[in-house]
């Protein structure tokens, strides 16, 4: 779901060939598991397909594909609506919220106040869950313990996330 | 939005509420423009990373400290220009305290601790006691009232703390770090009963917190960063809850 929105928070910083975004989005997003070129032209193309990205003309050169992408007006508009929402608290969420934050630093956009968003979110849902534990028996305690337990340790990533944008924006605008 | 902005926008009434306070430890600033401002009967939580002023708004909004520059309103009186004296009043008349340990008199017993703050506000001692024996059986504490609070264990102790804020009915708690000392179940049951007992008495609770399950149980949580009041949940404040 996030390479998409990924690729077009890359190309918001300027057109770029296939090439160059796999190499980005590996150095940032995809140190585990790189993205395959199948998956990026793939990309690319349902992207042109929608109107997001613009293909520019062929240029010369070895390699299957030496097209520069643009983002157009429509991909820029979903990118900025997609960066700006908070993600649904759930766990495991520390990927898609790690690639929204180093997108944000890469563009100069305001990545303290999406934490504090996503924070805010996050308190909202454990506020929801503590009022389950209040309410109900054993086991929805321990369902909502459960899923408290997961919130915090998000949070507390937040946290951590958020006293160390500084050197984070150094390292990104640097590279 | 600043909640102060918020409450005056919405018109709000607050019971506690600090407008641009400023305090520094020597050279060191603590708070740069903190802005709360707390509806009656509302539960809040103050969160932050350590040393960043959370403590010390709390310390203001308590009238233990009397900042320099900002103004502290008590239910609509200005409450950091006042005495010494006249806030230590206040502080013992309109306000209840729960802090992480050391609030109780070891020496004391649990009847005696809880009983303290009407005998100040010179409440006589039948009724003082009559009052503080009321509060055991809603914090599981009956048959506890003879013994010394330096013989309990920390949940035990916390429970006082929670009835001795309570009793006296003070416009509101101000609690730093109640379960701080204490494990997660026995956090979980004292933050239980100090929430559901301030909802029970109407009672507005400013809760200091690094933990955020503690913090979930309040109404409403404010982010403090670099002695300011940097964000916050939204939540409509003449709701109250």
Not at chain 1, 53 to 59: F, I, L, N, T, Y
Not at chain 2, 116 to 138: E, F, I, S
Not at chain 2, 204 to 233: E, P
Request: proline content about 5%; some cysteine; glycine content about 10%.
């Amino acid at each position: 779901m996030t390479v998409p929105l990924t690729l077009l928070g890359l190309l918001e910083r300027e057109p770029s060939h296939g090439y160059d975004l796999k190499r980005d989005y590996d150095t940032y997003f995809g140190r585990d598991k790189p993205l395959p070129f199948g998956q990026v032209y793939a990309t690319l193309g349902r992207l042109a397909r929608d109107g997001k990205v613009a293909p520019g003309d062929a240029e010369p050169g070895a390699g299957p594909d030496r097209k520069r992408y643009a983002i157009t007006e429509q991909g820029a508009s979903e990118f900025d609506a997609w960066l700006s929402q908070p993600v649904e608290p759930e766990p495991h969420l520390q990927t898609v919220l790690f690639s929204k934050v180093v997108l944000a630093l890469m563009l100069g956009r305001p990545a303290e106040a999406y934490l504090d968003t996503q924070r805010a979110a996050h308190m909202q849902r454990m506020r929801e869950l503590t009022r389950v534990k209040q309410d109900g028996g054993l086991m929805d305690r321990l369902l909502a313990d459960h899923g408290l337990f997961h919130l915090d340790a998000d949070l507390r990533w937040i946290d951590v996330t958020s006293a160390r944008l500084g050197a984070l924006a150094e390292m990104v605008r640097a590279s | 939005m600043t909640s102060v902005d918020a409450a005056l926008v919405k018109g709000a009434r607050t019971v506690i509420e600090a407008r641009e306070v400023y305090w520094s430890f020597g050279r060191t600033p603590a708070l740069t423009g903190a802005s709360l401002a707390v509806a009656p009967g509302e539960i809040v939580a103050v969160m932050g990373p350590s040393g960043s002023g959370k403590s010390t708004l709390l310390y203001c909004l308590a009238g233990i400290l009397a900042p320099p520059r900002g103004e502290v309103w008590l239910d609509g009186e200005r409450l950091d220009t006042l005495t010494d004296s006249r806030r230590s009043e206040l502080r013992r008349s309109e306000f209840g305290f729960v802090f992480q340990f050391g609030q109780l008199v070891p020496e004391l017993t649990v009847a005696d601790n809880i009983a303290l703050p009407l005998l100040l506000g010179r409440v006589r001692r039948k009724a003082a006691y009559a009052r503080a024996a009321a509060w055991l059986p809603r914090l599981g504490l009956d048959g506890l009232d003879g013994r010394r609070t330096g013989e309990l264990s920390g949940g035990q102790a916390q429970r006082v703390a929670v009835a001795r804020a309570l009793v006296a009915q003070p416009k509101v708690v101000f609690a730093d770090e109640p379960t701080g000392s204490l494990d997660t179940l026995t956090g979980e049951l004292v933050m239980e009963l100090l929430v559901g007992l301030a909802r029970e008495e109407q009672t507005t609770v400013v809760l200091v917190t690094h933990d955020s399950r503690v913090a979930a149980y309040a109404d409403r949580q404010v982010v403090v960063r670099d002695g300011k009041v940097v964000s916050q949940s939204e939540v409509e404040l003449e709701a109250g809850r």
